[in-house]
């Protein structure tokens, strides 16, 4: 078989749109995963069709974007009420890996992998995605790519339809471990697959004027949302303030609707307890909050915390591409993560381009800033420290060169997307 015969489909998640210039996360991991493969792999990249997308097209020979109409909107009235009672009765229930949910559109990217006879299949996220490929192309190697803790929080539900899958990918040693405890006779498949950066275009600026001033900026990139932690940047941030009238914060993402059956597994934790009040108190406030305000719940409450100080400035959704020059312009990028975050992409992005993290001991976080080397963590939810260490920096720019520096060459080794994709090829080859 030649190498271009070989043929790999990666499976996003039924509400991402696949194109090369998507913003979310999994569809900029897959299409920067499918630009690297294709030299030896005929790739498609499966989706859902958005509006004026085309129900197929081409990037080069050997990339394919196979879309399909998804007619289930990405959070459901279903999901949403479900979430409500499982934030009432504080569980968890599976609903998310159910054999039922956006079971259309595994079924039809099922039926047109079989169709083109891929020999190996990259799912991301969905178990049971995995376990209907598998069914339906018995001969393909069905990789599974967790960027979540789907797995090890709904572990039994999870088992018997694990056991279709060859491969199992964390995007953190974090997230392979937890699965690896909680499944340990699948543990010899299991691998730790981190996302990339692209350092070729994330990058300092070489035309920044000399004179130019970035101490005054702190930056946050990414979704508005309880579980990240931007509730508790703003508290910090009001707290420096007082020593620094001065300084500025770009938050730059979306408000996301609050979806408590992804990120309140473990209330017994008592970071990720403390925000689950942003879900409601009431059973009432809850419907308010999760079901007729939605997106607007947390914004509304970032901007009270803000209290129209205009030094706070929420410019919401950023292209993917755009978000280099705030990164280029920022002294430093807090990643304030309250749950556990499974990896943290904003955190290579901004050391890609040379600049120092603040960010919290969450999940795969400690596994890419290096603490005191390329940035400095902090407890999760703790705004007092979160404020001291964005502080040690700020009064110490030589240090915070010197991790921004430091943190550059790490992106470089260790998450470009030519060493996450040459390890990726590696655990797939045939």
């Known amino acids: 078989m030649t190498s271009y015969g070989r ?20 569809p900029v991991i897959a299409y920067q995963l499918a630009r690297r493969l294709a030299g030896d792999w005929h790739v498609t990249l499966y989706g859902r069709r958005g509006r004026g997308q085309k129900r197929r097209g ?20 279903v999901e949403v009420l479900l979430g409500i009672l499982a934030c009432y009765k504080k569980i968890c229930f599976p609903y998310i890996i159910s054999y039922w949910y956006h079971l259309f559109y595994c079924i039809r990217v099922a039926l047109s992998i079989r169709a083109s006879k891929s020999d190996v299949v990259l799912v991301f996220n969905f178990v049971q995605f995995a376990k209907i490929i598998k069914l339906l192309n018995p001969a393909a190697r069905i990789c599974l790519h967790m960027q979540c803790e789907w797995l090890s929080d709904f572990a039994k539900a999870s088992e018997r339809r694990l056991r279709a899958v060859d491969l199992i990918f964390g995007c953190s040693d974090y997230i392979t471990e937890r699965i690896r405890t909680s499944f340990p006779e699948m543990a010899a498949r299991c691998h730790t697959v981190y996302n990339g950066v692209d350092p070729a275009l994330f990058c300092a600026a070489l035309d920044l004027p000399a004179d130019s001033n970035k101490v005054g900026r ?11 932690g931007v509730h508790v940047l703003v508290q910090a941030f009001r707290l420096l303030i007082r020593n620094y009238p001065g300084l500025k914060l770009d938050l730059v993402g979306s408000a996301d609707a609050p979806k408590y059956i992804y990120s309140c597994p473990n209330l017994q934790d008592p970071a990720i307890a403390s925000y689950q009040p942003f879900y409601g108190k009431t059973l009432f406030d809850m419907v308010r909050r999760q079901l007729i305000l939605r997106n607007r719940s947390y914004y509304d409450d970032l901007a009270v915390e803000a209290a129209g100080d205009a030094r706070i400035i929420f410019h919401g959704a950023v292209a993917h591409a755009d978000t280099i020059d705030f990164y280029r312009g920022a002294a430093l990028v807090v990643v304030p993560s309250v749950w556990h975050e499974p990896f943290g992409i904003p955190t290579i992005e901004a050391m890609a381009c040379g600049v120092p993290v603040v960010s919290t001991f969450s999940g795969g976080i400690p596994e890419i800033v290096e603490q005191g080397r390329t940035g400095i963590l902090v ?13 040690q920096l700020i009064d110490n720019p030589a240090l915070a060169h010197a991790m921004g520096e430091a943190g550059r060459q790490r992106a470089i080794e260790r998450f470009s997307w030519d060493v996450v994709s040459r390890r990726l090829a590696d655990l797939i080859r045939l």
């Open 218 to 228: 702190l930056l946050y990139v990414g979704r508005l949302s309880s579980e990240k």
């Open 379 to 391: 407890a999760r939810g703790d705004v007092r420290e979160l404020a001291l260490a964005i502080g």
């Open 58 to 77: 081409f990037d080069g020979e050997n990339i394919e974007f196979k879309r399909l109409r998804v007619f289930q909107k990405p959070q459901s009235l």
């Open 7 to 26: 043929r790999i489909a990666i499976v996003c998640q039924p509400w991402d749109n696949v194109s090369p210039q998507d913003n979310s996360s999994i």
